[in-house]
């Protein structure tokens, strides 16, 4: 798999914890887990943002550009094709186009980075 599309995965994960973590503040089920593990949910979202930043700045600059622009517009800037299909927006990815995570791809009709699933 090209790396910066393992980057591009790993933010995609970290930015969903973050979002989980902004929800949670109010669920008391995660407040058990507060007390249990002593972690206060300030200091939580701020080690999010700033491995969130340390990998953002890792990208190269035009793929860091894009995931911004795509990110600030869907919760998930890289999608799975399964079948032929983006699980972005579930269009059809055209056959033109080969089945490998060895270079960095994105949808034509989302914009989403695409990975392949065998």
Known sequence: ?????????????????????????????????RKVFRVKPEDAAAQLQSKIEEMESVLAPDVADRYRIISRRRNRAVAPVLNGICYGCFMTVPTGVPPSNDEIRWCEHCGSFLYFVD
């Open 1 to 33: 798999m090209h790396p910066q599309l393992e980057i591009l995965l790993e933010l995609q994960d970290l930015k969903a914890q973050q979002r989980e973590l902004a929800e949670a503040t109010a669920d008391t089920s995660h407040e058990i887990e």
